[in-house]
């Protein structure tokens, strides 16, 4: 089979005009990105108000692997099928980083013949957006440190400063660093960091806000440092609010592309869903609904992270599931029953009843805890066995959850109409849907209900540190925002060595912020980092451009 990336040269794409005319999009509303991107004006909400919303699917996975579970895939594979049913559909992405496209992870734009086009500039800069929030978040921090140094009439405590900097390359030298070193002019010595950009809150406004009013709203409550009498600094205090929005104004509105059977597709925001929300605009998904029958998205990593966040913090804003697709592969159910990553291709029915427990949990939350309707979506790699595939089919019968085997990456949208017709089905099943804490319930509590009830544990400890600063933004008044835990994505725990479905352990908070602007508290467990690192041999050694104009080795 060709790379994802030779598929994608491979395909004739439509421009974005036609594009926009499936999806019902005036002319009026496209500003042009070259032939094949476009972003959307939001003016053209005032036209789309009075339509009726269409039905919102909500794709997840199991706990991620080496092994690969396909959930980008799934999700376009879905999109496709529906498109092969005859149905209005369109499909809500994050923006992939350029952490992980030149890190360990490559392309996020879908695979084989389930992807998202043009694929390499989704995966590349794309229309900048990411780097508008760089820019917007460092502008910030720079007149944080100029009004310091110029006088500082607000009595910013150097020592608390908590507004870090940011860049979209994971580079582990500048978790850590020390500013203003040199001459007095050289600006106030000082101990900062860097993190990635998709961990920055102005990614988390980009996404939440409703519109440009909203998002200068949010900008102005941005915590930036703390006084030396102890109270919080704001960006409104700095007067940085203005030059921020100018920044982000062509960043806040979607952009549409194309799946590879030409099916529209809303890109828009990146955040990560271990170190922050983990889910696409609200603009986009409230702009999808409105002009498709079916909208088909999806959030970062498992249904712990990405789901949890969109259930807990996202619907919060207006937005509510009407099905959940949880993306299960035979090879990844294999290495959560403790099989090396070199031995999954060999079957092996014992190691996969072994880890099944993962999928139950992960099935149990959603069907349980969020009262959703729910579809196991059985990506197929082309090493599973029929004993396996039937397996892990008699299994889900067993819990009485709807399933498919999906094929997507191999066949596209054909390959996708059994899934896509279980999803169908399942959105006309009963649908109790509501998070699972209240804003009323303290920060503990809320801190306490996601750690034991969705990710199995005994309860919560905290560091020193953390319990400082839970009690002052308590007396902050932050007691009653929801709460982002960032966490690794490779176990229910925080600990990414325990596999399956971990019992026996209490999370652990090390560290806690506020983000007042988003509008949530983010409590930082175990040794999760919001400034990632390069592997050994990271996938920028396999990127490539050819004379012509070819670029090789995205995935």
Avoid at 64 to 82: D, F, N
Avoid at 174 to 185: A, E, P, T, Y
């Amino acid at each position: 089979m060709l790379s994802d990336i030779e598929i994608a040269q491979s395909c004739k794409l439509r421009p974005i005009g036609e594009i926009a005319k499936i999806a019902a999009i005036p002319e009026e509303y496209l500003e042009l990105y070259g032939k094949y991107k476009a972003k959307i004006n939001l003016e053209i909400f005032k036209e789309l108000e009075s339509k009726q919303n269409g039905k919102l699917i909500y794709v997840t996975a199991i706990t991620p692997t080496p092994a690969g579970e396909g959930k980008t895939c799934t999700a376009v594979g879905i999109t496709q099928a529906l498109g092969e049913l005859q149905k209005k559909v369109m499909l809500c992405l994050r923006e992939p980083s350029l952490g992980p496209t030149f890190g360990v992870k490559g392309g996020a734009s879908g695979g084989g013949y389930s992807q998202v086009l043009p694929m390499d500039e989704i995966n590349l800069h794309f229309t900048g957006d990411i780097h508008a929030v760089t820019s917007a978040h460092n502008l910030l921090a720079a007149m944080v440190d100029n009004h310091i140094m110029q006088g500082n009439e607000l009595n910013i405590d150097p020592k608390r400063v908590v507004w870090r900097r940011v860049m979209d390359i994971s580079d582990r030298q500048l978790r850590n660093i020390i500013v203003g070193l040199g001459s007095k002019g050289d600006g106030v010595t000082r101990e900062t960091g860097f993190d990635i950009s998709v961990a920055s809150e102005i990614m988390a406004i980009l996404c939440l806000a409703s519109d440009l009013t909203d998002l200068k709203e949010r900008l102005s409550r941005i915590v930036v440092a703390y006084k030396t009498d102890g109270n919080p600094v704001y960006a409104a205090d700095l007067k940085a609010v203005g030059a921020m929005a100018v920044l982000l104004k062509d960043a806040i509105k979607p952009n549409l592309v194309q799946t590879i059977e030409g099916q529209p597709v809303l890109i828009h925001g990146g955040p990560f869903a271990n170190i922050a929300h983990g889910n696409n605009s609200i603009i986009a998904t409230k702009m999808a609904l409105k002009l498709a029958d079916y909208v088909v998205t999806e959030g970062g990593f498992a249904s712990d992270l990405g789901a949890e966040k969109f259930f807990d913090i996202v619907s919060r804003c207006g937005l509510k599931p009407d099905v959940a697709v949880l993306v299960a592969s035979v090879r990844a159910l294999k290495f959560h029953g403790n099989v090396a990553k070199e031995d999954l291709g060999t079957e092996n029915l014992q190691a996969l009843e072994a880890g099944i427990a993962n999928l139950e949990r992960h099935v149990n939350n959603l069907r349980n805890l969020y009262k959703l309707p729910v579809v196991v979506a059985i990506n197929q790699f082309p090493t599973d066995t029929e004993a396996e595939l039937q397996f892990l089919v008699e299994y889900c019968n067993k819990l009485g959850v709807r399933c498919a085997i999906s094929e997507v990456v191999a066949k596209g949208g054909k390959g996708g109409i059994q899934l896509a017709t279980q999803v169908l089905a399942a959105i006309n099943e009963p649908n109790d849907f509501k998070p699972i804490y209240e804003l009323s319930h303290s920060l503990k509590e809320k801190l306490h209900i996601v750690a034991t009830k969705v990710y199995g544990a005994d309860g919560v400890v905290y560091t020193k540190e953390a319990e400082t600063a839970l009690n002052k933004l308590v007396k902050m008044g932050y007691d009653n925002l929801p709460v982002c835990i960032a966490k690794t994505q490779m176990s229910f725990s925080d600990d990414p060595n325990l596999k399956g479905a971990p019992t026996g352990w209490k999370l652990t908070v090390r560290e806690v912020r506020v983000l007042a602007g988003a509008g949530f508290v983010v409590a930082i467990a175990g040794t999760i980092m919001t400034m990632p690192g390069l592997p050994k041999n990271p996938a920028a050694e396999r990127v490539d451009i050819y004379p012509d104009g070819t670029i090789v080795g995205l995935f």
